[in-house]
């Protein structure tokens, strides 16, 4: 067989060596042991009548069955849609409808949520479970064992179809088209990230640290197994075990979010440095911008290892930079590692350097939002560029800078207000344990800055402590930028990926 980036590959030239271990419970699955369970269920599914096109959806907390799962759909040809665990049964159930699933497949820890969620769909679905079986589902394990560990003859490359998080409407299934069938194809975006910027081999031990169901730990995970590195899957991420799973398992590479930062960043200086680091070498970085300050920490901490790229589900383009040119362009995103990325006005006309405006990638990917043409249209220009919804801008050398999504830019008194910004310096307070800044109702501006603050766990909620944040704001910022007011909270509507769910708190404000 010549060298594949697939785990078919490694299968066959190191069988024993390990592909993804749990951390807390320590289960493992070797190449082979992959390799077997992804052919099984390849088989498993083409005896439930799936064939490639069709689309399956499964809801699983972080544990290998979910991983043998995506890459049996991966070698079959099969459209794959992952849910959020931390979904209720009817956002779940709105998924599964609107993929368009055949087959659904959860676990006996949401047996009941994934009761409801059988009992909602038509009686087409075929309802499967791992581990414990509920009523009304059929076992996956029983399935699967009886299946070859060969590959289905029909085998091709299946793909993803995830699900946008939501934060500013109802989640939206993404449709990537990629040219190449073969099941080699993995992510253009994420594989030239991880192998190239960040370094990883075949050699590598690769630390997930976030929810699996999300598209760039879901990528990243799949990316190293392809690669042939061995993958430790955290169940949950905590910021103390976080950095005890890189000294027990020498990890040389990760991928984390901002929010994993500020919350390891945040821990106290002893328990920081109670484990050996030394032997990571590449830390990427996805989901969000993040805050300066937090960043050149993190790199005074960790050394020039740390890989940034800004992409979406959408897979339409990216952009990527290393810790050395980030410390030469503070704040940037990176510059594209394929196509252009072009600055555009309200009327779609490019904008010079400096100017800030829509983010456009030329990078020639196609994507559509299933079941929604409208939204798909308004995604792209007359000349196939593409956007995710963000607005930067770029400097002089090309690198790219968010300044925040377009939903969430505050118009007060006429002119357009970022939040970012202001967060961004809110998160550095140490009073500050996490913040979204947005725009509420003003009768005499149209909006007015609103910031929302989880305060640390040493610091009461209250009008001294909002008086403080807002003089400190005071400080640093325009009056235009500072918040006018601060409400507290005692946690922030994020995701388990990260991303802030800042509508749900701004609809609180809004008639």
């Given at each position: 067989m010549k060298p594949m980036k697939h785990p078919a590959y490694h299968a066959t030239t190191v069988p024993e060596k390990t592909a993804y271990q749990m951390a807390g419970s320590g289960k493992k699955l070797t190449f082979a042991e992959l390799d077997a369970a992804s052919n099984q269920g390849a088989h498993a599914l083409r005896s439930l009548g799936i064939h490639p096109g069709d689309h399956i959806a499964f809801m699983l907390e972080n544990r290998l069955e979910l991983l043998s799962i995506a890459w049996a759909a991966q070698r079959s040809g099969v459209i794959f849609t992952l849910i959020s665990r931390y979904l209720t049964a009817d956002e779940a159930a709105y998924i599964v409808r609107d993929c368009g699933a055949k087959v659904f497949i959860t676990s006996d820890r949401y047996a009941d949520t994934g009761q409801q969620i059988r009992m909602g769909a038509d009686g087409n679905l075929r309802s499967m479970m791992v581990g414990q079986v509920s009523p009304g589902f059929q076992s996956w394990d029983k399935l699967t064992i009886t299946m070859p560990t060969t590959p289905v003859l029909d085998e091709c490359a299946g793909a993803a179809m995830l699900y946008s998080s939501g934060t500013t409407g109802r989640p939206k299934g993404i449709v990537r088209k990629y040219p190449d069938a073969s099941i080699e194809s993995l992510s253009p975006v994420v594989l030239p990230v991880f192998e190239v910027l960040a370094g990883m081999t075949d050699k590598s031990v690769y630390l997930s640290p976030a929810p699996l169901y999300h598209s760039a730990p879901l990528a990243g995970a799949m990316v190293a197994a392809g690669l042939g590195a061995s993958t430790i899957v955290m169940e949950r991420f905590d910021e103390e075990q976080f950095l005890a799973e890189v000294e027990n398992h020498q990890v040389?590479?990760?991928?984390?979010?901002?929010?994993?930062?500020?919350?390891?960043?945040?821990?106290?200086?002893?328990?920081?440095?109670?484990?050996?680091?030394?032997?990571?070498?590449?830390?990427?970085?996805?989901?969000?911008?993040?805050?300066?300050?937090?960043?050149?920490?993190?790199?005074?901490?960790?050394?020039?290892?740390?890989?940034?790229?800004?992409?979406?589900?959408?897979?339409?383009?990216?952009?990527?930079?290393?810790?050395?040119?980030?410390?030469?362009?503070?704040?940037?995103?990176?510059?594209?590692?394929?196509?252009?990325?072009?600055?555009?006005d309200n009327d779609r006309n490019p904008l010079p350097a400096g100017e800030i405006g829509d983010v456009f990638f030329d990078a020639g990917q196609v994507f559509s939002y299933h079941g929604d043409t409208e939204k798909t249209a308004n995604a792209f220009t007359s000349e196939g560029w593409s956007t995710l919804g963000d607005i930067g801008w770029k400097d002089e050398d090309g690198f790219v800078y968010l300044t925040d999504r377009r939903a969430y830019t505050i118009i007060s008194g006429g002119v357009n207000v970022y939040p970012q910004e202001t967060e961004d310096l809110l998160i550095n307070h140490p009073a500050?344990?996490?913040?979204?800044?947005?725009?509420?109702?003003?009768?005499?501006?149209?909006?007015?800055?609103?910031?929302?603050?989880?305060?640390?766990?040493d610091r009461e909620p209250g009008p001294d402590l909002e008086a403080e944040l807002i003089g400190y704001c005071r400080q640093h910022l325009s009056s235009i930028k500072t918040p006018k007011s601060i409400d507290f909270k005692p946690e922030m509507p994020r995701t388990p990926t990260g991303k802030l769910m800042k509508r749900f708190l701004k609809n609180a404000y809004w008639p």
């Open positions: 040389t590479h990760t991928q984390m979010v901002p929010t994993m930062f500020v919350r390891l960043l945040k821990l106290p200086e002893k328990a920081r440095n109670r484990h050996k680091i030394s032997t990571l070498t590449g830390a990427v970085h996805v989901a969000a911008p993040c805050p300066v300050e937090i960043k050149r920490r993190m790199i005074d901490w960790w050394g020039p290892i740390i890989v940034e790229y800004y992409a979406g589900t959408e897979g339409n383009g990216v952009t990527a930079c290393t810790s050395s040119q980030w410390l030469s362009h503070p704040g940037t995103v990176g510059r594209p590692l394929f196509g252009n990325v072009h600055i555009l500050v344990t996490d913040v979204a800044v947005f725009g509420v109702p003003n009768d005499e501006l149209g909006e007015e800055v609103k910031a929302v603050v989880q305060p640390a766990n």
